[in-house]
């Protein structure tokens, strides 16, 4: 008895899931027009797994050369940990693709959001990193810029229709779960090395 009620409220909260991604697909699609376009299609490669993959090893090798290893070796790790768990999950849900055009190409499945979940993890460890760096206006301020920027990354790929709401929030809540505990390993680990 109890297992069906379960099974019946899961099935419900799905088939609420899937109305709102239906109702935000079909609300962005009218959104739609040629500024916009180009303006996520841009903005969608901030948070393409190449472009943050290759940032994070432009960074590891300045960091390595300022004699802050910890921060290569974490950026490069957390990188590397979200990428794996990112295909593993996609390849578990296996959940497919938005339906109708999408505006971009996109390859594999659609739960989680590899973009929004690898940006979240990349750009919230710089905020983190910026906000220890600069503790006054210009830290938050850089913090929120960047917060901006995961938020319309996660944006673009609804707009550009090859995800759905639901698939970005999972990244963006999967995405912040990772960062927390990468930044506690961080503060661990800094705080046994005194650096």
């Known amino acids: 008895m109890t297992e069906f009620y379960y099974g019946f409220l899961l099935s419900g909260i799905f088939d609420r899931v899937v109305l709102l ?111 220890q760096k600069w503790r006054d206006a210009k830290g938050k301020a850089a913090a929120v810029l960047l917060a901006v920027l995961v938020l319309l990354i996660g944006g673009s790929r609804i707009y550009l229709n090859v995800h759905y709401l639901s698939d970005v929030l999972v990244g963006y809540l999967l995405g912040a779960v990772l960062l927390a505990l990468f930044i506690r390993l961080f503060r661990a680990l800094k705080g046994k090395s005194g650096g």
Do not use: C
């Open 21 to 131: 991604d239906q109702l935000v697909q079909q609300s962005v699609y009218e959104l739609r027009n040629p500024w916009l376009t180009v303006f996520f299609l841009k903005l969608t490669n901030l948070g393409s797994p190449l472009w943050l993959m290759l940032t994070g090893a432009i960074l590891a090798l300045y960091w390595l050369k300022q004699k802050k290893h910890l921060q290569a070796v974490f950026i490069s790790g957390m990188l590397i940990t979200t990428w794996i768990l990112i295909n593993y999950l996609k390849v578990l849900f296996s959940r497919s693709r938005p339906l109708y055009e999408a505006l971009t190409l996109a390859r594999g499945y659609s739960l989680p959001s590899g973009h929004a979940m690898l940006s979240l993890v990349f750009y919230g460890f710089l905020a983190y990193l910026l906000l």
